[in-house]
């Protein structure tokens, strides 16, 4: 279907593909991973032709038809399901053909190609899709002018779904979906009968709806066979059999040049020597493969930890003037209260989460909160409190007048931005560094409860990883709404449902609700009074593990930056070893020798108290 040989290009002398290779098989369901800035959405123009590489090729099988989301749907009169119709062209061309054809040939000829293609079925087809993304019936029939920006995406992504490309380009089809329209989007494109290449940096989604994985790295393409459990493991053996290569490569090389050193200038191994000088020069070690990892999130700690509960519900409604979105709220968030809100979309998950930081006031009932509770709130609209010509570091100076340049530009760094980044106007960071530049603003005072809103959207997988990590060390109240399945897994010990007009707890867990989701499951699964304190326990249990190995993590960190400073110590003292001016001085010779025995001794102990932490953390998290 597709396939590109000896690709390059460049962004103002920067490379982001050189001499790339692919070929992705008709048919096939490929996940598209890489790192953030890497230069995936780029290849999605120069497959579609909006871009012309520098050099190589990129083919595609022949009269094969391309689709990728539009960046907005029309916002204008136009129903949305028509705009969704006119996605097939041929059918639309077609329908207008057969108005004002006269030829009775060319009429018959239509109308067997719009039975070929199956027009008779199209609007139940354009609204089963519509259905799957969220717009229920009476949206479908209203104009496109009445939804914002996020819901004219998905009206963007039915058009190329029901257009059915030969080759279908998905770049980041969830960032505008809830869960419940994600599963059905993974459904979808399991079973979608053409070559799918999709950017996604959704885990369960590449697990469950493609069968291989393209990788971009070091500016080349790599091509996986299996989901992206698969590909990761395939990837770590990999790269363990490289880097065990090139030790067996470099201790040979080592070995030879001691012979080459030793014997050069002896006449009768001089032949010997030269000989393994030209072998060294063969030898060509591979390089070195290393994991891809994203700078760390910190959230600092609470500076006041509220009373419990922090937060209480008695009777409260909310929504907009006059319409009540929720009614009848009753519950309580507690400091130490992990919770993940969920529900079908249009339910007032969003509404809720304005209704906790203040955006919106209670419209009856009761409302409290502890005095002095800090909430930090993240959410796409929050995007819009950057100043698009300040800088990360202007954004943190005007949070640290009084302090150091030194400190300030620290606190960018906690914030996962580099040196560069941090002097880059935040109109031209990409999406994940605002989404961190956001979260590293609204949690620099130390909030209690952290309200987040999508907070995964346009981060990859490693910085998503790197978000759970910070999110399970972080001591406060969190409460998310997320598509991300994984986040909700690793971080959460308690289900709310958005649902009948009201919040409430839902007591399953997430397997239970995507099974009800997806029709393969009962409803809310086991059900009873004992399975629900079964479940409660479960949490309150997921809550204290949490707890204990918040701690521990804190330890591992220490202690991965005491080996670093060890690391870097024992550099200096080898190279100070390694000074001819040493020679003659026995006294200085022997103390650096002491010293570096013990910096050796300290590595060791520190990494073996890693190791025996880590194994407790991975145990404990299994438990």
């Known amino acids: 279907m597709l396939t590109i040989t000896d690709l390059t290009y460049r962004i103002e002398g920067r490379p982001l593909f ?18 953030n800035g890497t230069g995936k959405t780029t290849l999605f123009q120069l497959i579609l032709g909006s871009l012309a590489a520098d050099a190589g090729t990129i083919e595609l099988v022949k009269r094969a038809r391309i689709g990728a989301v539009a960046q907005e749907a029309p916002a204008g009169s136009t129903r949305v399901i028509d705009v969704v119709l006119a996605a097939d062209k041929e059918r639309t061309a077609l329908l207008i053909e057969a108005d004002t054809a006269t030829d009775p040939h060319r009429i018959g000829d239509i109308h067997i190609r719009l039975a070929e293609i199956d027009a008779h079925t199209a609007e139940a087809r354009a609204s089963a899709i519509l259905k799957g993304l969220g717009f229920e019936k009476d949206r479908q029939l209203g104009p496109t002018s009445e939804l914002s920006g996020g819901w004219r995406m998905r009206v963007a992504l039915a058009a190329v779904l029901f257009s059915q490309p030969d080759l279908l380009l998905l770049d980041e089809p969830t960032n505008y979906l809830d869960l419940e329209g994600t599963l059905w989007l993974e459904k979808y494109l399991a079973t979608y009968p053409y070559t799918v290449f999709m950017i996604s940096h959704d ?20 091509f996986y066979r299996g989901n992206y459990d698969t590909f990761e493991e395939t990837r770590r053996l990999r790269m363990e059999q490289n880097n065990k290569s090139r030790e067996k490569t470099l201790d040979q090389i080592a070995h030879m040049q001691k012979f080459v050193d030793r014997f050069r200038y002896t006449a009768s191994k001089a032949k010997q020597a030269q000989a393994r000088v030209k072998a060294i020069e063969k030898l060509k070690p591979p390089a070195a493969l290393f994991d891809e990892t994203s700078a760390p999130f910190h959230f600092p700690d609470p500076k006041k930890i509220p009373a419990s509960p922090m937060i ?13 979105v929720l009614r009848h709220i009753t519950n309580r968030i507690d400091p130490d209260d992990r919770i993940a809100l969920i529900g079908v979309n249009g339910n007032g998950k969003s509404t809720f989460a304005k209704l906790l930081v203040g955006e919106l006031k209670a419209l009856s009932g009761e409302m409290r909160r502890s005095r002095g509770l800090d909430i930090a709130y993240f959410a796409q609209h929050q995007m819009d409190m950057l100043k698009p010509e300040m800088t990360p570091f202007e954004h ?3 949070l640290m007048p009084y302090d150091s340049e030194a400190k300030r530009r620290s606190r960018v760094a906690q914030m996962g931005l580099t040196t560069s980044r941090m002097n880059t106007l935040a109109k031209n960071l990409s999406g994940g560094e605002r989404a961190r530049l956001l979260l590293g603003l609204i949690t620099f005072s130390g909030p209690g409860l952290m309200v987040l809103d999508e907070p995964t959207n346009h981060l990859d997988i490693d910085s998503r990883d790197a978000l759970v990590a910070a999110l399970n060390e972080y001591t406060g109240a969190v409460l998310i709404i997320s598509h991300d399945r994984h986040l909700i897994d690793a971080t959460v010990d308690k ?16 397997d239970a609700y995507q099974k009800a989701l997806t029709g393969t499951g009962k409803g809310q699964g086991k059900s009873g009074p004992l399975a629900v304190e079964d479940r409660k326990q479960a949490r309150q249990d997921s809550a204290q593990r949490r707890a ?13 930056q005491k080996v670093a400073r060890l690391k870097t110590e024992l550099s200096r003292l080898d190279g100070e070893m390694a000074d001819p001016a040493l020679v003659g001085k026995p006294d200085r010779i022997a103390a650096l020798g002491r010293d570096r025995a013990r910096i050796l001794d300290d590595i060791q102990k520190a990494e073996d108290r890693w190791l025996e932490l880590s194994t407790t953390i991975e145990q404990a998290e299994k438990a």
């Open 203 to 222: 885990r369960d989604l590449l697990n469950k709806a493609v069968s291989s994985i393209v990788h971009l790295e070091d500016r080349r393409l790599t």
């Open 312 to 324: 209480t519900f008695d009777q409260v409604s909310a929504g907009y003037e006059d319409h009540v």
């Open 495 to 510: 289900l709310w449902i958005a649902r009948n007009g009201t919040i409430e707890d839902f007591d399953d867990d997430l």
């Open 548 to 560: 204990e190995i918040a701690p521990l993590r804190k330890s591992v960190k220490e202690l991965e």
């Open 18 to 35: 050189e001499g790339a290779s692919l070929v992705l098989p008709t048919g096939a369901k490929a996940g598209f991973v890489g790192k």
């Open 396 to 398: 943190v100076s005007e």
